[in-house]
T-cell receptor, first 110, second 116 residues
Framework: RKEVEQDPGPFNVPEGATVAFNCTYSNSASQSFFWYRQDCRKEPKLLMSVYSSGNEDGRFTAQLNRASQYISLLIRDSKLSDSATYLCVVNWAAGNKLTFGGGTRVLVKP | ETGVTQSPTHLIKTRGQQVTLRCSSQSGHNTVSWYQQALGQGPQFIFQYYREEENGRGNFPPRFSGLQFPNYSSELNVNALELDDSALYLC???????????????FGSGTRLTVV
């Protein structure tokens, strides 16, 4: 079993619609969680950290479920510019390596 | 404040050769990590350097080695290149470790290595 698993997609989303997807992780001792966005042939860029109580950043909402060991990302009012691969990232301990999922590809279409 | 810079941006090498990739960390960041990202996959952790010492290593063979310099810049060296080493190599820097806060890492734009 992979340490961090994601549905690779693609999720084809009409512009203006809402899309949500999850990521599961295997290590119950995981401490920190992030969503990164990666555009084609570019480096990953931090989208948002994920906090235990859930958090929102504009149209993006992240949730953490420690009991079931998954995190989620919801994108409201999708824009064409939201088309990208979204990488789920888990960290076991502060300062240590980041473990990435394989990414979920999102395609927003007019 | 400058970000993370990597060089070269692209590189083509022949199987069996050696390669050195370079990374300058973001100002104020003393920890550098290297990742390998094959096409269609998520980045895989190679190793991390903190205060010029290796501070964690992923599942990569010894022919992958690295260095960190006093100015926190870093090198990734790969010996005896194999075709499967073809990938995007990403360097990430992060601030001094905080015991309770984990900062997201800042990635450089990567070096795309092709082994033929």
């Amino acid at each position: 079993r992979k340490e961090v698993e994601q549905d690779p997609g693609p999720f084809n989303v009409p512009e203006g619609a809402t899309v949500a997807f999850n990521c599961t992780y295997s290590n119950s001792a995981s401490q920190s969680f992030f969503w990164y966005r990666q555009d084609c042939r570019k480096e990953p860029k931090l989208l948002m950290s994920v906090y235990s109580s859930g958090n929102e950043d504009g149209r993006f909402t992240a949730q953490l479920n420690r009991a079931s060991q998954y995190i989620s990302l919801l994108i409201r009012d999708s824009k064409l510019s939201d088309s990208a691969t979204y990488l789920c990232v888990v960290n076991w301990a502060a300062g240590n390596k980041l473990t990435f999922g394989g990414g979920t590809r999102v395609l927003v279409k007019p | 404040e400058t970000g993370v810079t990597q060089s070269p941006t692209h590189l083509i090498k022949t199987r069996g050769q050696q390669v050195t990739l370079r990374c300058s960390s973001q100002s104020g960041h003393n920890t550098v990590s290297w990742y390998q990202q094959a096409l269609g996959q998520g980045p895989q952790f190679i190793f991390q350097y903190y205060r010029e010492e290796e501070n964690g290593r992923g599942n990569f063979p010894p022919r992958f080695s690295g260095l960190q310099f006093p100015n926190y810049s870093s090198e990734l060296n790969v010996n005896a290149l194999e075709l499967d080493d073809s990938a995007l190599y990403l360097c990430a820097s992060s601030p001094p470790v905080h015991p309770k806060v984990n900062y997201g890492y800042t990635f450089g734009s990567g070096t795309r290595l092709t082994v033929v």
